[in-house]
C-alpha cells in the first residue's frame, strides 16, 4: 500500500521480488552491519511469494515476478505457489549471456528481462571486463553501422530477452532505441553467444 500511496496508483502493472533473501525492514532497503555484512531475516522466499499472490488476488497488482533468482528457486516458485511468475529480472549481458535461464524461462512462459545489459558499472574497475570494448561486438557494430550498445541490445531482443538499460545522458537513451532498423545474422548471434564468461 505504501508503494501505491507513493507512486499515486490504485495498482501496479508489474510487481517483483528483488532478492529471494528478505533484509531487514526499516527505511534502508540494504541494510548492513558494522563488519559490511547484509542483515537479513529469517524469511523464506515463498512466504514473500505468497503474500505476494494476495496482492493480485486484491486487485492491487496485476502481474508478479522476481529478479535474481536461479532455476531451482525458480522451479520452488513454479512448484509451491499458485501464480506463475510473469518475469525473473537477471544480470545479463554477453559476458554473462545466462543461456540455460533463458532457456528455462522460455519453457515456462515466463519473461526473461536483462538488467545491465551492456555490463555491469563496476565490472571494469573490480575484473577488468569492458564489455562494449569488446573488440567482437565493435566489429559486428562497425559491420551493421551501429555500436556496440546497440549490438547488445539487439542481441538480446533477438533472444527473445527484454532490455532495461541504464543512462542518464539523453542522447545515449536515444541511441539504445535505435535497434529496430537491424538484424543480426545467426553469425553475429553465434559470436556473441560465445563471449560468455560466466561474469557478473
Not at 4 to 24: C, E, I, Q, R
Not at 108 to 113: E, R, S
Not at 123 to 145: M, Q, R, S
Not at 181 to 194: G, Q
Amino acid at each position: 500500500q505504501k508503494s501505491l500511496t507513493d507512486l499515486g496508483l490504485d495498482y501496479l502493472d508489474l510487481y517483483l521480488m528483488h532478492f529471494p533473501v528478505a533484509y531487514k525492514r526499516g527505511d534502508n532497503f540494504f541494510p548492513f552491519n558494522s563488519k559490511g555484512q547484509a542483515e537479513t531475516l529469517d524469511i523464506h522466499f515463498m512466504d514473500t511469494w505468497k503474500v505476494m499472490e494476495k496482492l493480485v488476488d486484491a486487485g492491487l497488482v496485476k502481474a508478479i515476478g522476481v529478479s535474481n533468482f536461479n532455476i531451482s528457486q525458480m522451479e520452488e516458485v513454479l512448484t509451491n505457489g499458485r501464480i506463475k511468475p510473469a518475469v525473473n529480472q537477471v544480470e545479463s549481458h554477453p559476458y554473462l549471456t545466462c543461456n540455460r535461464m533463458l532457456e528455462f524461462c522460455t519453457g515456462k512462459g515466463i519473461v526473461m528481462t536483462a538488467y545491465c545489459p551492456l555490463g555491469a558499472p563496476g565490472d571494469v574497475a573490480n575484473h577488468n571486463l569492458a564489455v562494449l570494448e569488446d573488440p567482437e561486438l565493435k566489429k559486428i557494430g562497425e559491420k551493421h553501422g551501429k555500436t556496440p550498445a546497440q549490438v547488445c541490445l539487439r542481441w538480446q531482443v533477438q533472444r527473445g530477452v527484454v532490455v532495461i538499460p541504464k543512462s542518464l545522458r539523453a542522447s545515449k537513451m536515444v541511441e539504445n532505441s535505435q535497434i529496430f532498423d537491424f538484424e543480426l545474422s545467426e553469425d553475429d548471434m553465434s559470436a556473441i553467444n560465445s563471449l560468455d564468461r560466466g561474469a557478473n
